[in-house]
C-alpha cells in the first residue's frame, strides 16, 4: 500500500511526504520539477532515513501516471501539484488552467481506470475570494476570485463536486489552506521562491538575510486594527499533520468534503515583520507603500470543522513560525541551490 503525492518535491509537499514516511507509509511522488527542486526529496530522505520513490514527470503525461498506478499498490492519492503564483496566473492563464484543472481531470481520470478511490485535493482561502465576513467557514460564500489561479481552485472544487456525484465510491476531501509559512525546524526543507519572492513572508526572510532591502508593506489604510493586511498564518508543519487526519478520515463522513486547515487567528503585516525581527534578531527594514491590486484587507478561518472531522488542529504558534522559517533561511540563504 503507498500514498501517491502529486506535487511532492515542493514546499508543502514535501513536508507532507516527510511526515508520512515518519509514521510508516510508503511513499510515490511524481513531480516535474517546474518549481521546486530534488533536493528537497533528498534531504527529506536524510531526515527521515527513507526514501519515497520519485517519478520525475508531469501530471499531464498519461502514460507516467499509467505506469504508477501499474506499478505501485495505490490506495490514496495527495494532489499537491499545480501552479502558484497569482501575478504568473493573469500573465499566463492557460498554463494555469492547463495544469491545475486539465492536470487534476487527467489523474481523476487516471484513478478511475486503477480503481484508486480515496483523493485530498490542496485547495486554498483564496476561492472565497473577498470575504463578505470573517472567519470564513466552508459555508461562506465562494468567488469574484480576482485571478485565474483562484479561479482554477474553485474551478477545481466544482469539478470534484460534480465527479463525486457521478461517482460515490470516490472519497474526495478538498482543503482549503490559509497562508502557510514556516519550515521543518531541522532547517533542512523549506520554501524556496525563485526570484524576488511575492509573498509576505519569504519576502521579509530574505530582508533579514541582506538579499532584499526593505519590505514593502502593501497599504496602511484597510479597516484592520493597525491598517496593514490581516491573515491567517499556518505552519507547514500543521498543513501536513492536516493532511495525515484527512487521510485517516477519508472514509468517514461525507463522500466530498471541504474543510479549512488555518489557524483561526489573523496577524497583521506589522505583526509579522514585529514576530520575525524577534525571532532573527534583526532589524526589518520597511516602507507603507499602496495597496497591491487584488489584495483584500483581512482573511481568516473558522477551523470548527477541521476539528469536528478531522480531529485536527494547528499548534504552531507565530513565534515557531517566524523562527523555523529564519532557521531555514539562515541555514540555506540560496534556499536549495548551493
Ligand atoms: P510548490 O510550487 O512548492 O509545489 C508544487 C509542486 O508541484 C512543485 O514541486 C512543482 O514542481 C510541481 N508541479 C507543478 N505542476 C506540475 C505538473 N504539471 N506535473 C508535476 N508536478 C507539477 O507549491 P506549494 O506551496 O507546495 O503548494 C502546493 C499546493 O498547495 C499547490 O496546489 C498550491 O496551489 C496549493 N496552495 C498553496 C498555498 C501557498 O500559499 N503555498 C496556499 C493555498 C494552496
Ligand atoms: N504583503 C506586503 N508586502 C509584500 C507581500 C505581501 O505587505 O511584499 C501583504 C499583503 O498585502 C497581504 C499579506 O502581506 O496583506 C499577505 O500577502 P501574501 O502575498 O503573503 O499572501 P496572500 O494572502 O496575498 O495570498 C496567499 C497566497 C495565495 C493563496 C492565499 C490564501 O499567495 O496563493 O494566500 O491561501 F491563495
Given at each position: 500500500m503507498a500514498i501517491l503525492v502529486t506535487g511532492g518535491a515542493g514546499y508543502i509537499g514535501s513536508h507532507t511526504v516527510l511526515t508520512l514516511l515518519e509514521r510508516g507509509d510508503d511513499v510515490v511522488v511524481i513531480d516535474n520539477l517546474s518549481n521546486s527542486s530534488q533536493k528537497s526529496l533528498d534531504r527529506v530522505a536524510e531526515l527521515t532515513g527513507k526514501k519515497p520513490v520519485v517519478y520525475i514527470d508531469n501530471i499531464l503525461n498519461r502514460d507516467a501516471l499509467k505506469t504508477i498506478f501499474s506499478s505501485h499498490n495505490i490506495t490514496d492519492v495527495i494532489h499537491f501539484a499545480g501552479l502558484k503564483s497569482v501575478s504568473e496566473s493573469i500573465k499566463e492563464p492557460l498554463a494555469y488552467y492547463e495544469n491545475n484543472v486539465t492536470g487534476t481531470q487527467v489523474l481523476l481520470n487516471e484513478m478511475l481506470a486503477s480503481g484508486v478511490k480515496h483523493f485530498i485535493f490542496s485547495s486554498s482561502?483564496?476561492?472565497?475570494?473577498?470575504?463578505?465576513?470573517?472567519?470564513?467557514?466552508?459555508?461562506s460564500r465562494t468567488g469574484d476570485c480576482t485571478n485565474p489561479y483562484g479561479t482554477s481552485k474553485l474551478m477545481v472544487e466544482k469539478i470534484l463536486a460534480d465527479f463525486s456525484r457521478a461517482q460515490p465510491q470516490f472519497r474526495i476531501t478538498c482543503l482549503r489552506y490559509f497562508n502557510p509559512v514556516g519550515a521543518h525546524p531541522s532547517g533542512r526543507i523549506g520554501e524556496d521562491p525563485g526570484g524576488i519572492p511575492n509573498n509576505l513572508v519569504p519576502y521579509i526572510s530574505q530582508v533579514a538575510i541582506g538579499k532584499?532591502?526593505?519590505?514593502?508593506?502593501?497599504?496602511?489604510?484597510?479597516?484592520?486594527p493597525d491598517g496593514t493586511g490581516v491573515r491567517d498564518y499556518i505552519h507547514v508543519m500543521d498543513l501536513a499533520t492536516g493532511h495525515l487526519a484527512a487521510l485517516d478520515s477519508v472514509d468517514k463522513g461525507a463522500a466530498y468534503k471541504i474543510i479549512n486547515l488555518g489557524t483561526g487567528i489573523g496577524y497583521s503585516v506589522i505583526n509579522l515583520i514585529e514576530a520575525f525581527e524577534k525571532a532573527s534578531q534583526k532589524k526589518i527594514s520597511y516602507t507603507i507603500v499602496g495597496r497591491r491590486p487584488g489584495d483584500i484587507a483581512e482573511c481568516w478561518s473558522d477551523p470548527s470543522l477541521a476539528r469536528k472531522e478531522l480531529g485536527w488542529v494547528a499548534t504552531h504558534s507565530l513565534d515557531e513560525m517566524m523562527r523555523d522559517t529564519w532557521n531555514w533561511q539562515k541555514n540555506n540563504p540560496d534556499g536549495y541551490k548551493v
Open positions: 482561502a483564496t476561492v472565497y475570494g473577498n470575504p463578505e465576513k470573517i472567519p470564513l467557514s466552508e459555508q532584499l532591502g526593505s519590505v514593502s508593506v502593501y497599504g496602511n489604510d484597510y479597516p484592520t
